[in-house]
C-alpha cells in the first residue's frame, strides 16, 4: 500500500512538472520566435511590456484564458470540445522518457524511442478530430492536408531513427545517449540527421511545411473555429511538440547531455541538452521566417521522391557497414 | 531521373541562400522608430498645417490683406479681416483664422500668396479631443513669437 502511494504520488508529481514544462517551453517559445522574427524582418518585435517585451506573453496568456470559449451553433459539441486538450496530451506524454540528464528522466523504458513515435501520431488523429468536429469546409481541408502529410513524412522518421536503433542496438533513451560517449552520431549519421530534421519540421506542421493551417488558403485551417484557450492549447501544443522532435533529435545525433562536464553531472547535464534542443528550435524559427510555403503536390513529392528514397539508401548502407564491420560499433 | 540530382543540388543551394540572407538581416540595424519616445527628422517638404512666414526684416508677417488666398481655397477654410491705418499704405491686418478641420492641404493658398506670407509648416504631430484646437488664430501666433 505504501509503495502504491508513493508511485502516485510520483506519477502525479511528473505529470504536474511536465504539463508545466509544456507550458513554460510555450511561453519561451513564443517570446523567442517573435522577436527572432521581428529580427530577421529587421523590427524590434514586443517592446512595450516590461524591458524588452519579455512579458508579453504573460499578458497574451491572461488575455487568452479571459477570452469566451464559443462553440459554434452546428459543431459536434463532444468532439470540439476535447480535441484541444487531446491535441495536448500526445505531446507532454514523451516527456517521460526524455533524458533531460543521466538522472532526470522520469521513466527509462527500454522501447522509449517507440513509445514516443507511437505517442507522436496520436497528435495527427486529434487534428483530424478538430477538423471534423468544427464543421467548415477549411478546417476540414486543412486536417485532411495535415493526415496526407504526416503519413508521408512519418515513414522518412522512422527509418532514420532505424538506423540510429542499428547502430545501437538499443530503444531506449538513456542508452542511444550513453552509446555516444566518444562520437556524436551527426558525424556518423549526417544524412540520416538531415532527413529527421527536415521530416520532423514537416510533422510539426511548421512552415515551410504548414499547410494543414495555412493562413492564405484556409483562414487558419483545423483551428479556424476555436477561440479563447482551445485555440491557445493548439499552440502550446504545437511548441510542445517542436521541443519534442528537436529532443528527439538531440538524444540520437546530438550526444543528448553530453557535453563539457558541470559540477552534479547528473543532473546540471540537462543543461547541455537544453542548450542543444534550444539551438535547434532556434533554428526551425529561422527556416519558418526564412522559406515560403511549398505546394502540397510539392510537399508530397518531396517526401516520396527524395527524403524516403534518400532514408532506405542510408538505412541500407547503415546495415552493410554494421556487417563488415563489427569493430566500428565496438570503437563507438 | 532527368535531372534528379542537379534539382537537388541547385534546391539545397537556393535554399542555404536564402538562410544566409535572413541570417545577416538579423545583425543589421532595425529599421523601425519607436514613435513617441524616439522621432526622425521630416522632410522639408512636408505639408503640414499652415503657418504665417515671420520676415527677417520686419520681424513681423509679410501679409498685405489681398484675400486672394481665402478666395482660392477650395474649402473656405480661411478667414481675414485687415483694417485701415493712417499712416501705412493699404489695409492692415487684424485676424487670421484659418480652420485645419477642413484644409486638404492642396497648397493653393501658398502658391498664390503675392508675398509668400504663409507656408506649410513641419508639424505632424496633429491629434486632439477638440475640434476647436484645430481652428488657428495665424495672426496670434506670428505676434505671440515675435
Not at chain 1, 495535415?146 to 538499443?170: D, K, Y
Not at chain 2, 545577416?24 to 522608430?33: C, G, H, L, S, W
Not at chain 2, 513641419?122 to 495672426?139: M, N, P, V
Request: charged share 15%; with cysteine; net charge neutral.
Amino acid at each position: 500500500m505504501d509503495n502504491l502511494i508513493g508511485t502516485m504520488a510520483r506519477i502525479i508529481s511528473y505529470a504536474v512538472i511536465l504539463i508545466a514544462f509544456g507550458f513554460a517551453n510555450a511561453i519561451i517559445m513564443g517570446y523567442l520566435e517573435r522577436k527572432l522574427a521581428a529580427r530577421i524582418q529587421r523590427r524590434p518585435g514586443p517592446m512595450e511590456v516590461g524591458p524588452h517585451g519579455i512579458y508579453q506573453l504573460f499578458v497574451d496568456g491572461v488575455k487568452i484564458i479571459g477570452k469566451q470559449l464559443i462553440v459554434p451553433k452546428d459543431v459536434d459539441g463532444v468532439l470540439f470540445r476535447i480535441a484541444p486538450i487531446l491535441a495536448f496530451a500526445p505531446v507532454v506524454l514523451p516527456f517521460i522518457v526524455i533524458p533531460f540528464s543521466q538522472k532526470l528522466q522520469a521513466r527509462d523504458f527500454n522501447l522509449g524511442l517507440l513509445f514516443i513515435v507511437t505517442i507522436a501520431s496520436i497528435n495527427v488523429l486529434t487534428i483530424v478530430m478538430a477538423g471534423w468536429a468544427s464543421n467548415n469546409k477549411y478546417s476540414l481541408f486543412g486536417a485532411m492536408r495535415s493526415v496526407a502529410q504526416n503519413i508521408s513524412f512519418e515513414v522518412p522518421v522512422l527509418i532514420s531513427i532505424l538506423c540510429i536503433a542499428l547502430m545501437t542496438g538499443t530503444y531506449s533513451m538513456q542508452g542511444i545517449v550513453k552509446a555516444q560517449g566518444n562520437v556524436w552520431f551527426i558525424l556518423i549519421q549526417p544524412v540520416a540527421f538531415i532527413i529527421y530534421f527536415i521530416a520532423g519540421l514537416a510533422e510539426t506542421n511548421r512552415n515551410p511545411f504548414d499547410l494543414p493551417e495555412a493562413e492564405s488558403e484556409l483562414t487558419a485551417g483545423f483551428h479556424t473555429e476555436y477561440s479563447g484557450f482551445g485555440f491557445s492549447l493548439f499552440v502550446i501544443a504545437e511548441y510542445a511538440n517542436m521541443f519534442l522532435v528537436c529532443s528527439i533529435a538531440t538524444v540520437l545525433f546530438l550526444g543528448g547531455w553530453h557535453g563539457i562536464p558541470l559540477p552534479f553531472f547528473e543532473y546540471t547535464g540537462a543543461v547541455w541538452f537544453l542548450a542543444k534542443v534550444y539551438v535547434l528550435m532556434v533554428v526551425m524559427v529561422w527556416i519558418r521566417w526564412t522559406f515560403p510555403r511549398v505546394r502540397f503536390d510539392q510537399l508530397l513529392n518531396f517526401s516520396w521522391k527524395y527524403l524516403i528514397p534518400f532514408s532506405l539508401v542510408n538505412l541500407l548502407v547503415t546495415a552493410i557497414c554494421i556487417k563488415l564491420f563489427p569493430l566500428l560499433k565496438e570503437m563507438l | 531521373m532527368n535531372g534528379y540530382f542537379r534539382d537537388l543540388y541547385m534546391g539545397s543551394k537556393s535554399l542555404l541562400t536564402g538562410m544566409g540572407i535572413t541570417f545577416k538581416a538579423v545583425f543589421q540595424p532595425m529599421v523601425t522608430v519607436q514613435y513617441p519616445r524616439e522621432k526622425i527628422e521630416v522632410t522639408p517638404n512636408i505639408r503640414g498645417r499652415l503657418f504665417m512666414v515671420k520676415d527677417t526684416e520686419t520681424h513681423t508677417h509679410r501679409c498685405i490683406v489681398c484675400n486672394r488666398c481665402a478666395n482660392e481655397c477650395p474649402s473656405s477654410c480661411i478667414y481675414l479681416e485687415g483694417v485701415k491705418q493712417e499712416d501705412v499704405k493699404g489695409r492692415v491686418l487684424s485676424r487670421y483664422v484659418y480652420d485645419f478641420t477642413t484644409c486638404s492641404l492642396c497648397g493653393n493658398c501658398v502658391d498664390v500668396c503675392p508675398v509668400s506670407a504663409i507656408a506649410f509648416s513641419c508639424e505632424y504631430e496633429l491629434a486632439s479631443f477638440s475640434k476647436e484646437d484645430f481652428i488657428f488664430d495665424l495672426l496670434k501666433e506670428v505676434e505671440e513669437n515675435r
